[in-house]
């Protein structure tokens, strides 16, 4: 069976960090662009990320850049996002989705549409 699953959220003060995992079981990520959405409560989910398959290539949302950084280690299968200098409006369940292809596009990494597989996402509360 396919799953993706996030794995290190948690409650930060603002100015904090945490660091999101995505690990892949029962296929491999290799072949897949990876991005990171959120939704926080009572908003649509928002593309926060995305990485190519081979790294060449990643996206930022622009509330998020320079803040964040996403990243993969193909060999464990797993593809990361570094949160640094967290604010409370950063708060909302996380997820990652594999990609329909390959490479993401800045024309089209932030619609969930593009995604198939989904994880059941990790909760980050950021406190001011």
């Known amino acids: 069976q396919v799953h993706l699953v996030e794995s290190g959220g948690g409650v930060v003060q603002a100015g904090g960090s945490l660091r999101l995992s995505c690990a892949a079981s029962g296929f491999s990520l290799d072949y897949y662009a990876i991005g990171w959405f959120r939704q926080a409560p009572g908003k649509e989910p928002e593309g926060v990320s995305c990485i190519s398959s081979s790294e060449r290539s990643t996206y930022y949302v622009d509330s998020v850049k320079g803040r964040f950084t996403i990243s993969r280690d193909n060999a464990k299968n797993t593809v990361y996002l570094q949160m640094n200098s967290l604010k409370p409006e950063d708060t909302a369940v996380y997820y990652c989705?594999?990609?329909?292809?390959?490479?993401?596009?800045?024309?089209?990494?932030?619609?969930?549409?593009?995604?198939?597989?989904w994880g059941q996402g990790t909760q980050v509360t950021v406190s001011s």
């Open positions: 989705a594999t990609h329909e292809t390959s490479k993401c596009a800045e024309t089209d990494y932030r619609s969930p549409r593009r995604y198939h597989y």
